[in-house]
């Protein structure tokens, strides 16, 4: 997928007009929330312009932006799923909260990985939806007992 202009604190920054966009949430490392969210260990949160789609396909294309490794220019953004083998199932949306349904294996590279998978999965998947409130599922576990159990 082509990298889109970066968003900062949250606000994509405009595309094309005829490019339908979602946005994936990834992490400068110990940026202290500079340039984004700050969050974890000391890092920011910031979202990034990707080619989506409409409707029902934002949810699914902002969730494999994350977890299909999306090309990251090097030394700007740190995504803590590059080294995990999760695949997107399905997701919902209530009109209030977004449900992802994941399967495979997550690899965290450390302790602080654990906070940045958990606030880049639950980021992307309410931007998508414009959702207030989000459940995300691995292997039918929720995403807290599956972290809990790195």
């Known amino acids: 997928m082509a990298l889109l202009p ?4 949250g606000t994509a920054a405009p ?12 992490v400068l ?8 969210i700050r969050f974890g260990c000391n890092d920011s949160l910031v979202g990034a312009a990707r080619a989506g789609g409409s409707g029902d ?3 699914r294309a902002a969730i494999e932006a994350l977890l299909g ?3 990251q220019p ?4 740190y995504n803590a799923l590059d080294g995990s083998r999760l695949k997107y199932l399905s997701g919902s949306f209530d009109g209030t ?12 590279g450390g302790a602080c990985d654990l906070p ?14 414009g959702a207030v409130k989000a459940r995300i599922y691995i292997n039918g576990e929720t995403l807290a007992d599956y972290l809990r159990l790195k």
């Open 6 to 9: 970066a968003t900062i604190g």
């Open 15 to 26: 595309a094309a007009a005829s490019t339908e966009t979602v946005t994936a949430y990834f």
């Open 29 to 36: 490392v110990d940026d202290g929330g500079l340039h984004g």
């Open 57 to 59: 396909a934002r949810l």
């Open 69 to 71: 490794g999306a090309q």
């Open 74 to 77: 090097k030394n700007l953004y």
């Open 97 to 108: 909260t977004v449900t992802v349904y994941l399967a495979g294996t997550l690899n965290p």
């Open 116 to 129: 940045r998978v958990e606030a880049q999965l639950t980021q992307t998947a309410l931007e998508a939806v």
